[in-house]
Antibody, heavy 121, light 107 residues
Framework: QVQLVQSGAEVKKPGASMKVSCKAS????????LHWVRQAPGQGLEWMGW????????NYAQKFQGRVTMTRDTSISTAYMELRSLKSDDTAVYYC??????????????WGQGTLVTVSS | DIQMTQSPSSLSASVGDRVTITCRAS??????LNWYQQKPGTAPKLLIY???SLQSGVPSRFSGSGSGTDFTLTISGLQPEDFATYYC?????????FGQGTNVEVK
């Protein structure tokens, strides 16, 4: 059974950094891209970027360029998303999601449970 | 970036109703369109991929159609567990973008 288990909720002050982990199990960690998607309270879904766990290559949404870093540790099948210079509007639930492609169609087929990050002074 | 626009933003329906949600892309995305269901406090769940393919384990009352810029998600015979928010998402290009969501609530 595929599982993505994320780290727990965090409270951060403006200007600080956050780092969320996503531990994968039940499948080959290096065989699938991992994406990060966030959701501000009461709002929709916003894609942040992906990491290829095999190569470590990344692709970030322009909005987050320079402020986000996605990494992985293949020895423990875990991906990380670090966001720096936090602002109050970074308060959101952050999800990791596995990327799957079927006959050319790409999708997010499994999701972590989400990690609430609250940015408040 | 490709903008995804869903309509309506919310709708009220009763158990047994046929519900249709539409999603429009700002440019052609061929059939690279996915639908997700999200219930409060939980992660989104993939329902439909490639515009019309049903994800494994998803009830057959869910169906998707469309290509190019216009897509629909249909729920044929709404069930109590279907009251949720639905999102479309394009996988044609980076950045991946989502619609704003459609909240299906009890009438």
């Amino acid at each position: 059974q595929v599982q993505l288990v994320q780290s727990g909720a965090e409270v951060k002050k403006p200007g600080a950094s956050m780092k969320v982990s996503c531990k994968a199990s039940g499948y080959s960690f290096t065989g699938y891209y991992l994406h990060w998607v966030r959701q501000a309270p009461g709002q929709g879904l916003e894609w942040m970027g992906w990491i290829n766990p095999n190569s470590g290559a990344t692709n970030y949404a322009q909005k987050f360029q320079g402020r986000v870093t996605m990494t992985r540790d293949t020895s423990i099948s875990t991906a990380y998303m670090e966001l720096r210079s936090l602002k109050s509007d970074d308060t959101a639930v952050y999800y990791c999601a596995r990327g799957l492609a079927v006959s050319g169609a790409a999708m997010f087929d499994w999701w972590g449970q989400g990690t609430l990050v609250t940015v408040s002074s | 970036d490709i903008q995804m626009t869903q309509s309506p933003s919310s709708l009220s329906a009763s158990v047994g109703d046929r519900v249709t949600i539409t999603c429009r892309a700002s440019q052609s995305i061929t059939s690279y369109l996915n639908w997700y269901q999200q219930k409060p406090g939980t992660a989104p769940k993939l329902l439909i991929y490639g515009a019309s393919s049903l994800q494994s384990g998803v009830p057959s009352r869910f169906s998707g159609s469309g290509s190019g810029t216009d897509f629909t998600l249909t729920i044929s015979g709404l069930q109590p567990e279907d009251f949720a928010t639905y999102y479309c998402q394009q996988s044609f290009s980076i950045p991946r973008t989502f619609g704003q969501g459609t909240n299906v609530e009890v009438k």
